[in-house]
Antibody
Framework: QLVQSGAEVKKSGESLKVSCQGS????????IAWVRQMPGKGLEWMGI????????RYSPSFQGQVTFSVDMSINTAYLRWSSLRASDTAMYYC????????????????WGQGTQVTVSS | QSALTQPASVSGSPRQSITISCTGT?????????VSWYQQLPGKAPQVIIY???KRPSRISNRFSGSKSGTMASLTISGLQAEDEAHYYC??????????FGGGTNLTVL
C-alpha cells in the first residue's frame, strides 16, 4: 500500500514537501506516478519517478513547477514545491505503476489516500 | 496534449447497462492497447477497474468490461447497481513514459 502525509495549509510563496511511503512490496522495483486533482475537476498526470535510480519524467504541464525525489532507505517518494501558488490548491495522489508479464508499466495500482494541499494568497 | 474526451455525465436505471466512451488520437488510444479505467467513489481515491483495455483485476466484478475500436475505448457496466454511482476516468499510455487521462464521467444511477 501507499500511505501519504497529511493535509497541508500554506501561504503563497511558501515551500512544501509531501510524502508517499510504500509498504508490502519491493518499493524500488516499481515506478511511482503523481496525479493532481483540482477541486471538482478530473485527474491530471504530473509525472513519474523510479525509486531504484530516481529516473524522473515530468508532464510538460508540470515541468519546472514541482520536483520529485525518493529516499530508498525509508521507501518514500516526495513531491516538492519551492514556491506555492494559490493555483496549486488540489488533492495530490501518488500511485504505483504496474505492467503485465509482456507489457511495460502502464496502469496505476494501488493509489495513496491523497494529500490535500490548500494554498491561500 | 489535451485530455481524452469522455461524456461529462451518463445515467441509467438499476439492472440496466451503460457504456462510457473515451476518445483519443492515433498517438495514444489508437496506438497502444494500454487503456485503463478508474472508478472514484465520492471522497475516495481512484481505483483501477480495467487495465490493458479489457482486463479486469480479480477483485473487480465481472459486470465491468472494457473494449476499444480505433481511437475510442469504452467501459460497459452491466446490471447497474446503486453502488456503481461514481466518477469514472479513462487513461491511456501515450508513449515516451507519458500518460493522459480523460476528463471524467459522472455516473448517476436513477
Amino acid at each position: 500500500q501507499l500511505v501519504q502525509s497529511g493535509a497541508e495549509v500554506k501561504k503563497s510563496g511558501e515551500s512544501l514537501k509531501v510524502s508517499c511511503q510504500g509498504s508490502g512490496y519491493s518499493f524500488t522495483s516499481y515506478w511511482i506516478a503523481w496525479v493532481r486533482q483540482m477541486p471538482g475537476k478530473g485527474l491530471e498526470w504530473m509525472g513519474i519517478i523510479h525509486p531504484g535510480d530516481s529516473d524522473t519524467r515530468y508532464s510538460p504541464s508540470f515541468q519546472g513547477q514541482v520536483t520529485f525525489s525518493v529516499d530508498m532507505s525509508i521507501n518514500t517518494a516526495y513531491l516538492r514545491w519551492s514556491s506555492l501558488r494559490a493555483s496549486d490548491t488540489a488533492m495530490y495522489y501518488c500511485v504505483r505503476i504496474i505492467g503485465g508479464p509482456e507489457t511495460p508499466p502502464n496502469w496505476f495500482d494501488p493509489w495513496g489516500q491523497g494529500t490535500q494541499v490548500t494554498v491561500s494568497s | 496534449q489535451s485530455a481524452l474526451t469522455q461524456p461529462a455525465s451518463v445515467s441509467g436505471s438499476p439492472r440496466q447497462s451503460i457504456t462510457i466512451s473515451c476518445t483519443g488520437t492515433n498517438s495514444d488510444i489508437g496506438k497502444y492497447n494500454l487503456v485503463s479505467w478508474y472508478q472514484q467513489l465520492p471522497g475516495k481515491a481512484p481505483q483501477v477497474i480495467i487495465y490493458e483495455t479489457s482486463k479486469r483485476p480479480s477483485r473487480i466484478s465481472n459486470r465491468f468490461s472494457g473494449s476499444k475500436s480505433g481511437t475510442m475505448a469504452s467501459l460497459t457496466i452491466s446490471g447497474l447497481q446503486a453502488e456503481d454511482e461514481a466518477h469514472y476516468y479513462c487513461c491511456s499510455y501515450a508513449g515516451s513514459s507519458k500518460w493522459i487521462f480523460g476528463g471524467g464521467t459522472n455516473l448517476t444511477v436513477l
